[in-house]
Nanobody
Framework: QVQVAESGGGLVQPGGSLRISCATT????????VGWFRQAPGKEREGILC???????????NVSDSVKGRFTVSRDMAKRTVYLQMNSLTSEDTATYYC???????????????????WGEGTQVTVSS
């Protein structure tokens, strides 16, 4: 069964850090890549980065250098969970964050909505003082 579920969102002060989780099933963790997306109010959903089931990660094509230096992903095989670690958060990072099961086509992952097989419901991250 393909399934993902986000958790861990909340309110964080500017400059703070937050780690959000994407819990998956054994099937999802073993056969799919996992991607993180976000959607800010009034903006389109964007792909941030992905975690390959083979190991490794990639950022989305349009991700800024600022995000690349602050966001990273990790996997816990025992918990079948993929984490998004976000540091030095700013108000620009306020958004609903979604994880998704991505079709795995190679040894590397691509964070693209066209490869999403299953969306999570999202978790809200608000950066505000």
């Amino acid at each position: 069964q393909v399934q993902v579920a986000e958790s861990g969102g909340g309110l964080v002060q500017p400059g703070g850090s937050l780690r959000i989780s994407c819990a998956t099933t054994e099937w999802t963790f073993g056969y799919y890549d996992v991607g993180w997306f976000r959607q800010a109010p009034g903006k389109e959903r964007e792909g941030i980065l992905c975690s390959s089931r083979h190991g490794g990660m990639n950022y989305g094509d349009n991700v800024s250098d600022s995000v690349k230096g602050r966001f990273t992903v990790s996997r816990d095989m025992a918990k079948r969970t993929v984490y998004l670690q976000m540091n030095s958060l700013t108000s620009e990072d306020t958004a609903t964050y979604y994880c998704a099961a991505l079709l795995s086509l190679s040894n590397t992952c691509t964070v693209s909505a066209t490869q999403v097989m299953y969306w999570g419901e999202g978790t809200q991250v608000t950066v505000s003082s």
